[in-house]
């Protein structure tokens, strides 16, 4: 049973994470064979201030670009 866990900063509209999902189980099922039913996604959104890059969370590099 195929077990896809993404993280991603919030910020997504519900349907681009809708289509995310799609997206992944369609090429989880073409490329390993595994059936649709069998496929699991589960979607981490965390806030800007606790995913960062390179010592700057997203918050920061944001607030920076305004």
């Known amino acids: 049973m195929p077990f896809i866990e993404v993280t991603l900063a919030q ?3 519900p349907e681009q994470l ?3 999902i799609h997206e992944l189980t369609a090429a989880t099922e073409r490329t390993v064979a595994a059936p649709k039913a069998n496929i699991r ?3 981490r ?3 800007p201030t606790h995913f960062a890059a390179g010592d700057e969370t997203l918050a920061e590099r944001r607030a920076a670009a305004d």
Do not use: F, K, Q, S
Request: hydrophobic share 50%.
């Open 45 to 47: 959104e965390v806030p």
């Open 18 to 20: 809708r289509a995310l």
């Open 41 to 43: 996604v589960i979607l």
């Open 11 to 13: 910020g997504r509209t």
